[in-house]
């Protein structure tokens, strides 16, 4: 309260008499009515007096000169009747040491002006409590619009005016990481592995911004193990979902009702989406939080597995996720995405999504594939294990690469060029070069040394298949 706010409050009726310094801060008001009161005070108090001291003969210059001395905020003096009107000495006494005055009239008590100040002060010492009890009003009104650590961290960076985030398990963040980060560990139970990050350490924040963080911290620790506890029972509920779609032991009904409890469309569109990545429990985990409520995710066999709702495109999907896990451009990621359908086609996009996932592995250090792109049996083929592929087309071929090489033959070449014109004479001779008869008693050869049949398809087809196996080896 300063001295201006206590002369301006219309319920006390203060009669300003001298303008000194209204912008005092009062420490406390003191009534007071010895003749040398300056050893009683501390500086900055309002004195209060009726002007009893001048029975001992104190004059008012010098009463006034000793709260001079004593640095007192102001001086009021009370109208006790028959005294209505305060002596000019007191008030010219007030101007000479530059000390506020104000006279305080008959119907006001001391008490009353004593009062208005220690109400003032209750609402200054109250006013970190208040600001306290709306932070966690503020926290609680958000939780019950949105559940969610990201709820509290918005109310946390709102209080800040500082970016905030939570850095949990296998990096999984939400918020806005700062730059510096300056990490504080949550407790709660089960959450030892995640914590607040700040941009200041603690020690540099101020008063308020202390009392926001720790204020904040137990609702962080508990939005996180509620959704630890959620997460528990969706893993539980969607790792049978999974079995179930693989092992094919349920019927249509049941993956249904399990869909529903999932909160998926059993009507889809519902794709079936692969990860391989390291560490592939994480993997899940960020997998599921980047799908929310459009998808479950689980860890089963080595990789990350889930059913997306697909809101676009299975391209965009896959987009999304490798886009998501290869941000940092750190480990080697492989994600395939099935064709979408409803409950019924989980089984198929499922094994599609784990198809593409092999198929973009085998050709590339990081990547995505959808279903529409495993339209080749060739390309399903280059999933197969390369040390078998290739033991394979040589048990096929190596007879035929002996020959060459033990007569220096072309029989392998000649094969290829045959085998992509489509079985066409003419063209074949022409592209190598050589008599049609020529190249008649070199795939003659080829059908002895392997024992297949170039009219026959199927043979054909696996000399074709043998022959891109080699060459890729």
């Known amino acids: 309260m300063l001295v201006e706010d206590m002369v301006a409050d219309p319920a006390l009726s203060l009669d300003l008499r001298v303008r000194g310094r209204l912008d005092r801060p009062i420490r406390w008001v003191h009534t007071i009515e010895i003749p040398r009161p300056g050893r009683f005070l501390r500086g900055g108090e309002v004195v209060l007096t009726a002007g009893v001291w001048r029975n001992a003969g104190t004059r008012p210059e010098s009463f006034m000169a000793d709260l001079a001395d004593a640095d007192v905020a102001a001086v009021g003096f009370g109208l006790v009747p028959p005294e209505i009107e305060v002596p000019e000495a007191f008030v010219d006494a007030a101007r000479t040491y530059g000390l506020t005055c104000f006279v305080v009239p008959v119907e006001v008590a001391f008490i009353q002006i004593v009062e208005s100040f220690v109400s003032s002060k209750r609402r200054e010492w109250e006013k970190p409590l208040r600001r306290h009890l709306g932070q966690h009003d503020a926290i609680v009104?958000?939780?019950?619009?949105?559940?969610?650590?990201?709820?509290?961290?918005?109310?946390?960076?709102?209080?800040?005016?500082?970016?905030?985030?939570?850095?949990?398990?296998?990096?999984?963040?939400?918020?806005?990481?700062?730059?510096?980060?300056?990490p504080l560990p949550l407790m709660g139970e089960g959450i030892a592995d995640a914590e607040l990050v700040l941009p200041h350490p603690m020690e540099e924040l101020d008063v308020e911004q202390h009392a926001a963080?720790?204020?904040?911290?137990?609702?962080?620790?508990?939005?996180?193990?509620?959704s630890r506890a959620l997460r528990a029972t969706e893993l539980r509920y969607a790792g049978e979902l999974f079995e179930w779609v693989y092992g094919g032991s349920a019927g249509i009904a049941a993956l249904r009702t399990r869909l529903h409890a999932l909160s998926l469309?059993?009507?889809?569109?519902?794709?079936?989406?692969?990860?391989?990545?390291?560490?592939?429990?994480?993997?899940?985990?960020?997998?599921?939080a980047l799908l929310g409520t459009d998808g479950v995710a689980v860890e089963r066999g080595g990789t990350a597995v889930a059913f997306a709702r697909i809101r676009h495109s299975a391209a965009e999907c896959a987009r999304r996720v490798h886009a998501e896990f290869n941000r940092e451009g750190s480990a080697a990621t492989y994600v395939g995405v099935g064709e979408p359908g409803s409950v019924a086609e989980l089984r198929v996009s499922l094994l599609q999504a784990a198809h593409a996932a092999e198929a973009v592995s085998a050709q590339s250090s990081s990547g995505w594939m959808t279903h529409d792109?495993?339209?080749?049996?060739?390309?399903?083929?280059?999933?197969?294990?390369?040390?078998?592929?290739?033991a394979t087309s040589r048990a096929l071929l190596g007879p035929v690469l002996e020959h060459d090489e033990r007569r220096?033959?072309?029989?392998?070449?000649?094969?290829?060029?045959?085998?992509?014109?489509?079985?066409?004479?003419?063209?074949?001779?022409?592209?190598?070069?050589?008599?049609?008869?020529?190249?008649?008693?070199?795939?003659?050869?080829?059908?002895d040394l392997t024992g297949r049949s170039l009219a026959h398809t199927p043979d054909r087809v696996d000399l074709f298949l043998a022959l891109r196996a080699l060459r890729a080896g």
């Open 373 to 390: 792109q495993l339209s080749s049996p060739t390309l399903l083929l280059s999933t197969q294990d390369p040390e078998l592929l290739a």
């Open 408 to 447: 220096g033959s072309e029989l392998l070449p000649s094969l290829e060029v045959f085998l992509d014109t489509g079985g066409r004479w003419r063209e074949s001779a022409q592209r190598l070069h050589v008599h049609i008869n020529t190249l008649r008693h070199r795939m003659s050869r080829v059908e």
């Open 213 to 226: 963080v720790v204020q904040a911290m137990p609702f962080i620790a508990l939005e996180i193990e509620r």
């Open 265 to 288: 469309p059993p009507e889809g569109p519902l794709a079936g989406v692969v990860l391989r990545t390291p560490r592939p429990e994480t993997a899940a985990v960020r997998l599921s």
């Open 141 to 182: 009104a958000a939780l019950r619009v949105r559940r969610g650590v990201d709820s509290v961290l918005d109310v946390l960076t709102g209080q800040l005016g500082l970016p905030v985030a939570v850095r949990a398990a296998g990096g999984l963040v939400e918020g806005t990481v700062p730059d510096p980060a300056h």
